[in-house]
């Protein structure tokens, strides 16, 4: 099914219920999504069944896209990636007020320091040269509006005006690269190549919502209690708040559902997203939450194929020469299958594509984001590219690989010696 033949499908099983926005309070949107507790009835229609028949039963249906993956497709994916709001200025400027927060307080300096990273292939030379010879100053919100103009902010995209002579930034939105691309700090600390799927492990995303003045003190504190590459994606639904780490989106061809909970297929996630947390302008429904959004035009949902296309092409980045120890790795290669590999499978490293959930004591794993969620029980996390983004588990309680392989050694009662932990560490860095 696709996604329009989807959204058909879908509004033909509508149930009267508008989304209940712009309440008064905000979170990471004004736009409370209330759905199943507040005035909607439960609806009785779900969409067909058409995934595949190893997915849970109660996964939702049709929002895998059939896409093909043609160049063009993935550089329409790519630009979609990195530069689509969706129209979510509807609220990060309308409601959020984002817009004159950057113009009249985030100076460059400001910005990396809430770990927003600047794309060095956006900025001419001569402006590049103009900043290696000291003679911008990275200490002017004017600088930021200037960097705004030229789309060098990954995950920001702003519409610079002239108003009386001078440039002002009149629209303010936020793209998917936001919270998962990164640079490689090529041109200076937060200034260089995109890195497209590598979560931003410094982007303190409840500082950066904590600056609009539409955010409530109570909110705020609840923002500002996640730190750097952490966020909350129901926060806004049922007012909880257990932040969990940026995930990667590459190496995710293969897997079948995606989020640390395995709601749904990406296209499912991607929309979710796209609808309920960037505040873009479309289309999310899933019964289990009580979540049924409509807005027209639908911005999302025509463009869920080529995101998907291109998420699904990014690879898990290989670990850095010299990064491990090869025959250490080998070994530990044996740990693993013998402990680890049980739900850990095959390729992907996930036994979720068979449609298994782990009830959170089974792998000593706090169960209190599970509990906010449609399965109630984590996924079998897909490993790749361990080496590139600490920390680990869903809420980040394990700051490197030794500590991962501590904590199953202890809830699992491995009795792992010195040695086979070392090597099992060595083993995960290869992966
Ligand atoms: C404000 C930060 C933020 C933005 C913006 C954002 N995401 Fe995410 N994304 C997250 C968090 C947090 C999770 C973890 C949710 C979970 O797994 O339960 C996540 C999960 C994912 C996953 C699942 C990874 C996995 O291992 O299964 C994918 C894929 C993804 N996002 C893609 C996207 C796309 C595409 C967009 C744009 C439509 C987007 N994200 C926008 C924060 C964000
Ligand atoms: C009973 C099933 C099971 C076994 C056995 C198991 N895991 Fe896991 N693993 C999971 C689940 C479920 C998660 C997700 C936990 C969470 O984030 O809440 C996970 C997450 C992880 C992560 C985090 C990945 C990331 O990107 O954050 C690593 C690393 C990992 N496991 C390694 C191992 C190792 C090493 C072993 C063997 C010592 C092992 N696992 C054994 C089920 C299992």
């Known amino acids: 099914m696709t996604a329009r033949e989807w959204q058909g499908h879908a509004a033909t099983a509508r149930r009267r219920c508008t989304l209940r926005a712009l309440r008064g309070s905000l979170t990471l949107g004004t736009l409370m999504v209330v759905g199943g507790t507040v005035g909607c009835r439960p609806r009785q229609e779900v969409p067909p069944a058409t995934s595949p028949p190893t997915s849970p039963a109660t996964s939702p249906t049709g929002f895998d896209v059939s896409s093909d993956s043609s160049p063009q497709t993935l550089a329409d994916g790519q630009q979609i990636f990195r530069f689509e709001t969706f129209g979510d200025e509807q609220f990060w400027t309308d409601t959020a007020r984002m817009h004159e927060v950057v113009q009249k307080s985030v100076s460059p300096t400001t910005a990396l320091s809430v770990g927003l990273k600047v794309d060095a292939e956006a900025i001419p030379p001569d402006v590049a040269q103009a900043i290696k010879n000291g003679q911008v100053d990275l200490n002017s919100p004017a600088t930021t509006v200037t960097l705004l ?27 998917c690269a936001l919270c998962h691309s990164t640079v490689d700090n090529s041109f200076s600390k937060g200034i260089g190549q995109r890195k497209d799927g590598w979560p931003n492990p410094d982007l303190n995303v409840g500082a950066i919502v904590a600056l609009s003045p539409a955010v409530t003190p109570a909110q705020k504190a609840v923002y500002t209690s996640w730190g750097p590459g952490k966020y909350d994606p129901r926060f806004n639904i049922d007012g909880k708040s257990t932040p969990l780490v940026l995930p990667p989106a590459y190496g995710l061809a293969q897997v079948r559902n995606e989020t640390f ?163 099992l560490v060595q083993f995960l860095k290869s992966l």
Not at 153 to 175: E, S
Not at 285 to 310: C, E, F, H, N, T
Request: aromatic content about 6%; charged content about 20%.
């Open 261 to 423: 909970t395995a709601e749904g297929p990406i296209s499912y996630w991607n929309a979710y997203v796209a609808v309920t947390q960037m505040h873009g302008h479309g289309n999310f429904s899933d019964p289990r939450l009580g979540i049924d959004i409509r807005q027209s035009p639908d911005m999302v949902g025509p463009k869920l194929a080529a995101l998907r296309a291109y998420q699904h092409s990014l690879p898990a980045p290989r670990p850095p020469a010299g990064s491990f120890d090869v025959a250490a790795a080998e070994r530990g290669r044996a740990v693993f299958g013998q402990s680890c590999a049980r739900c850990h499978v095959g390729a992907t490293g996930t036994d979720n594509n068979a449609g298994t959930l782990h009830p959170p004591a089974e792998t000593g794993m706090d169960g209190a984001y599970a509990a906010r969620t449609a399965g109630k029980a984590y996924r079998t996390t897909p490993l790749r590219g361990l080496w590139q983004h600490p920390p680990y588990f869903h809420d980040g309680s394990a700051a490197t690989l030794e500590a991962v392989v501590d904590h199953y050694n202890r809830v699992r009662n491995l009795n792992l010696t010195p040695e086979q932990k070392a090597d």
């Open 149 to 175: 103009k030229l789309n060098a902010v990954v995950g920001l995209k702003g519409t610079v005006n002239t108003v009386n002579g001078k440039d002002t930034l009149v629209r303010l939105g936020i793209t």
